[in-house]
């Protein structure tokens, strides 16, 4: 299992761009980094997940440096309901294993 | 709404009583997973099947949690003789083996449970 650390918190603007950075020392070989994004009272919702250098998607980036020891997620243009928690993980397709998460408030 | 169901949204009962939540996945998803989510945490793992067999479960998932999938289809989490310290968020997630993302699976809006 990789255990991930990540920001507690990050406040941010509307209309800046938003980066997470997450360690994952001892990710395994086979794991995948994962983001997803958590509204109060709502599952879980998927984000983005990459192996190696740079996904992108139609809401996010994800860059992965070649040692996969850390990943940073990039929420371009926020708006304030982008406000939610952000968790990384590694995972190979089975459960998942949530941290704390990064909590980011936008503000106007 | 992500076509995972969940039902009851909110259970209040007293400590001692057997609760149970059921799950209705996305209909052709053959894996249903079963997480716990308590207030400032994020969730934790306790249970997935592949169609109709629990594949595994966690430490969390003490002898009073039992889980089922009977049909391959919804699911059903019962706890036996609730503790405060069951109260918290009952999640269910479902995805499909070999599906578009590797790690992506779809949650319900989950069960809020709340032992008096």
């Known amino acids: 299992l990789a255990k991930t650390t990540q920001p507690i918190s990050m406040d941010s603007y509307e209309g800046q761009e938003v980066n997470i950075t997450c360690s994952h020392n001892?990710?395994?070989?086979?794991?995948?980094i994962t983001w997803y994004q958590q509204f109060p009272s709502q599952g879980p919702r998927f984000i983005i997940q990459?192996?190696?250098t740079k996904v992108t998607n139609e809401v996010a980036s994800l860059f992965i440096p070649a040692d996969r020891k850390s990943s940073t997620l990039s929420l371009p243009r926020v708006s304030l309901s982008d406000t939610a928690v952000y968790y990384c993980?590694?995972?190979?397709?089975?459960?998942?294993?949530f941290g704390g998460g990064t909590r980011v408030l936008v503000k106007p | 709404d992500t076509g995972v169901s969940q039902d009851p949204r909110h259970k209040i009962t007293k400590r001692g009583q057997n609760v149970t939540f059921r799950c209705d996945p996305i209909?052709?998803?053959?894996?249903l997973y079963w997480y716990r989510q308590t207030l400032g945490q994020g969730p934790e793992f306790l249970t997935y099947?592949?169609?109709?067999?629990?594949?595994?479960k966690s430490r969390l998932l003490s002898d009073r949690f039992s889980a089922e999938r009977p049909k391959g289809s919804f699911s059903t989490l019962e706890i036996q003789r609730t503790e405060q310290g069951d109260s918290a968020m009952y999640l269910c997630?479902?995805?499909?083996?070999?599906?578009?993302?590797?790690?992506?699976?779809?949650f319900g809006p989950g069960t809020r449970l709340t032992v008096l």
């Open positions: 990459g192996y190696k």
């Open positions: 001892n990710i395994a070989t086979n794991d995948y």
């Open positions: 209909s052709e998803h053959n894996r």
């Open positions: 099947f592949q169609n109709e067999a629990q594949l595994e």
């Open positions: 993980l590694g995972a190979a397709g089975n459960k998942l294993t």
């Open positions: 997630a479902s995805s499909l083996v070999g599906g578009r993302g590797l790690n992506e699976q779809f």
